[in-house]
C-alpha cells in the first residue's frame, strides 16, 4: 500500500518507453518517470520513492528526496505567489508545494522563508502547505518540567518575542527581553522550558536558569582555551553574534561565566580576549 506525501517502498511491476509502473496497492499502479528509474532496476525489484501528484493531478513517484514530508514541519522559501491561487514553496521536488492562501495567517511574499506543516488536503487528495501551525499540534499538556532542554524551531516572530516549535509537539514563547541577538525564522536551536502555564503555555529561554546554566558553561569556557593555548579572543566586549556561534549561548550568559571564572582566579583579561591563568589545571 502507497500513501501519498510519504516515503514508500513498493515493487516495480513492468517497464514502459517512459518509465516503470510500481505497485501502489490501493492506489493502483504509479508511474516513476524514466529520468528516476535506477539503470539496473528490474520487474519484482522494491524501490524507495516519494508519491505525489504533478502538475495534471496524477499520481507520480520520484527517487528524489523532498524538503519535507506528510506531517512535518518545515521551513520552506517562497518561489512565487499565484494570485488566484496561493503562494508556491521550494520543497526539494520538481513540482513546488502549493501553500494556498486560506492555509496562510498572513500574506506571504516571493523570497520569504515561512515555517508550514505538510498535509493532504481532504478535499483534493493534494499535498499542501499551511502556516496555521496550532492545528497540528498535540493537544495534551507539554510534559516538561523547568529548566528542561528542548529542541526548537523559530516559527514567527510576535509583539512579545518569537514563538517556538518545541521538539515539533507544542508551542513556546521567546521573550525579546531574554534575547539579546536577533533569531531567523527556521532557525533550530536548543532552549529551555522556563515555565509550563495552565492551559498548556511555555515560556522558553535560550539559557538554563542560575548554577545549571553557568557551571558547565563555565567548565565549557575552560576546555576551549586550553584547546586553543591558554587563549580565546571572546570577552565581555564581545558581540552577541559571535559568542552564540562559538558557544551557543547569550551574551549575558558568556559574562556571568566567565565573571565566575574571574572571580575564581582561572583567567584574566587581556582586553581583548580571556586568557588561562593555569593552562595546565
Given at each position: 500500500?502507497?500513501?501519498?506525501?510519504?516515503?514508500?517502498?513498493?515493487?516495480?511491476?513492468?517497464?514502459?518507453?517512459?518509465?516503470?509502473?510500481?505497485?501502489?496497492?490501493?492506489?493502483?499502479?504509479?508511474?516513476?518517470?524514466?529520468?528516476?528509474?535506477?539503470?539496473?532496476?528490474?520487474?519484482?525489484?522494491?524501490?524507495?520513492?516519494?508519491?505525489?501528484?504533478?502538475?495534471?493531478?496524477?499520481?507520480?513517484?520520484?527517487?528524489?528526496?523532498?524538503?519535507?514530508?506528510?506531517?512535518?514541519?518545515?521551513?520552506?522559501?517562497?518561489?512565487?505567489?499565484?494570485?488566484?491561487?496561493?503562494?508556491?514553496?521550494?520543497?526539494?521536488?520538481?513540482?513546488?508545494?502549493?501553500?494556498?492562501?486560506?492555509?496562510?495567517?498572513?500574506?506571504?511574499?516571493?523570497?520569504?522563508?515561512?515555517?508550514?506543516?505538510?498535509?493532504?488536503?481532504p478535499k483534493t487528495n493534494r499535498i499542501v502547505a499551511t502556516t496555521r501551525l496550532k492545528r497540528h499540534l498535540v493537544r495534551t499538556p507539554p510534559p516538561y518540567l523547568a529548566g528542561q532542554p528542548v529542541n526548537v524551531i523559530i516559527a514567527d516572530r510576535t509583539p512579545l518575542g518569537y514563538n517556538a516549535l518545541v521538539e515539533g509537539k507544542h508551542m513556546g514563547l521567546l521573550f525579546t527581553n531574554n534575547i539579546l541577538a536577533n533569531l531567523e525564522i527556521g532557525q533550530h536551536l536548543k532552549a529551555f522550558v522556563r515555565a509550563v502555564h495552565p492551559g498548556g503555555k511555555m515560556d522558553l529561554s535560550l539559557d538554563a536558569a542560575g548554577y545549571q546554566r553557568v557551571a558547565p558553561l563555565a567548565d565549557q569556557i575552560v576546555e576551549a582555551l586550553k584547546q586553543n593555548g591558554g587563549r580565546l579572543p571572546f570577552d565581555d566586549d564581545s558581540s552577541p553574534e559571535s559568542i552564540r556561534e562559538k558557544f551557543g549561548v547569550s551574551k549575558k550568559a558568556f559574562k556571568q561565566a566567565i565573571g565566575g571564572l574571574y572571580k575564581a582566579r582561572r583567567i584574566k583579561f587581556l582586553k581583548p580576549g580571556i586568557e588561562l591563568i593555569n593552562s595546565g589545571s
Open positions: 500500500m502507497a500513501f501519498i506525501g510519504k516515503i514508500n517502498r513498493l515493487r516495480l511491476v513492468r517497464h514502459a518507453p517512459h518509465g516503470a509502473y510500481l505497485d501502489g496497492g490501493e492506489l493502483g499502479e504509479i508511474l516513476l518517470p524514466r529520468r528516476y528509474v535506477p539503470r539496473e532496476a528490474a520487474p519484482d525489484n522494491s524501490l524507495e520513492v516519494f508519491v505525489y501528484r504533478d502538475s495534471e493531478d496524477r499520481l507520480v513517484a520520484t527517487t528524489e528526496k523532498p524538503l519535507a514530508t506528510v506531517g512535518d514541519f518545515a521551513c520552506l522559501k517562497v518561489v512565487s505567489v499565484h494570485p488566484q491561487v496561493g503562494a508556491f514553496l521550494d520543497w526539494g521536488l520538481a513540482k513546488d508545494l502549493l501553500l494556498p492562501f486560506r492555509e496562510q495567517i498572513s500574506p506571504v511574499r516571493p523570497g520569504q522563508r515561512v515555517v508550514v506543516h505538510v498535509d493532504v488536503d
